[in-house]
């Protein structure tokens, strides 16, 4: 589903060079639930971002769901993003100005996509957002918008979803009820999840751990 080889991302020149990705090598199969941790500046969202095709790396490949990344350009990536991956990030970045369900509904908007009915109710049920779809996000609680960005991240059926410091803004209650909503739904509807946290309990529920120090992974 996701193989990253050799993968490196350099930023300056000289003594001034940062190797925030130093040779990374690292497969991650369908359906798997992979965590990484390490301590800030170790590499790991700019990992997240070269799986997501957000950066570009300065040497090295990543192929997702069977497709090298450095072969699209930037429309084809922008619309390999919206159908293949589902992202989720520590704040929320979900529309002040659009409802609930607007919010939800927005990566298929984007699309131009009909939304399959019968599955946003499925997934706003399993959220506990039923009697939230038409209130606005300045109303809801930190753990009520994270789980709006899951639903948003579902709702195209992507088949990965990349979460990054997913319950980093969520007191230790919410952030254990978010991160068990994500690996149920990711198990429930057979998606590869990667989730960055510096929590190393909710690591734990992961699959897999992934440490990064100095831009390389060290131990699983």
Known sequence: MIKVHNLKKYYGRGENLVKALDGIELTIARGEFA?????????KTTLLNMIGGLDVPTEGKVCVDGVNLENLREKQLAVFRRK???????????????????????????????????????????????????????????????????????ISKPPIILADEPTGNLDSRNGQ??????????????RTLV?????????????????MEDGRIVRE
């Open 195 to 211: 989730m960055i946290t510096h929590n190393q309990e909710l690591a734990q529920l992961a699959d897999r751990v992934l440490h």
């Open 35 to 43: 965590a990484i941790v390490g301590a800030s500046g170790s590499g």
């Open 84 to 154: 293949k991956i589902g992202f989720i990030f520590q704040n929320y970045n979900l529309v002040p100005t659009l409802t609930v369900e607007e919010n939800i509904m927005f990566p298929l908007d984007l699309d131009g996509s009909a939304p399959d009915g019968n599955f946003l109710k499925e997934i706003v049920s399993l959220l506990g957002l039923e009697d939230r779809m038409q209130t606005y996000p300045n109303v809801l609680s930190g753990g009520q918008q994270q789980r709006v960005a899951i639903a948003r991240a579902l």
């Open 177 to 190: 009820n978010v991160a068990g909503l994500l690996k149920m739904t990711a198990q429930l509807y057979h």
